[in-house]
């Protein structure tokens, strides 16, 4: 993994952190998409990566069955966390500064965007086969 890729996962981590805090989203909305859109992987990864981010203290049996299946890359996951908790701070200082109807028009906008995004896309990502953890080995780990 190059040094560009470690920073945009940091970077969606930062930004799903911030939006999180600042209008109560993040997995779905903004992790799923963009590891779909800015490094190309399948939903099923999207979602399994988000899920065990996000929702492993809680939705633990769901991550299970996306790790069982080779779905969730756990490198990807802890980059990704590295900037989600700075973004959670940062995004709660910045939304206990705005006026909640604003706030309310942020998420509609956001939420717009990433529709009109995933409605205009002209080629579905490509399935990615599973990462299958226990074949690796030395010589061929990624």
Request: hydrophobic share 50%; net charge positive; proline share 11%.
């Given at each position: 993994m190059d040094a560009s890729t470690i920073l945009l996962l940091i970077g969606i981590g930062l930004c799903a952190g911030v939006l999180g805090s600042l209008v109560g989203v993040g997995g779905g909305i903004v992790i799923v998409p963009a590891l779909m859109f800015f490094l190309g992987l399948s939903q099923l990864h999207a979602q399994g990566i988000s899920l065990a981010l996000i929702m492993l203290p809680v939705g633990f049996l769901g991550v299970w069955q996306y790790h069982q299946k080779g779905y969730v890359d756990m490198r990807l996951v802890?980059?990704?966390?590295?900037?989600?908790i700075a973004g959670s701070w940062i995004g709660s200082k910045i939304a206990m500064q705005i006026p909640v109807h604003v706030l309310k028009k942020l998420f509609?906008?956001?939420?717009?965007?990433?529709?009109?995004?995933?409605?205009?896309?002209?080629?579905?990502?490509t399935p990615?086969?599973?990462?299958?953890?226990?074949?690796?080995?030395?010589?061929n780990a990624r």
């Open positions: 802890g980059l990704i966390a590295i900037g989600f509609a906008v956001l939420l717009s965007v990433v529709a009109l995004k995933l409605f205009l896309e002209k080629k579905p990502n990615q086969p599973p990462v299958n953890h226990q074949a690796q080995t030395p010589t």
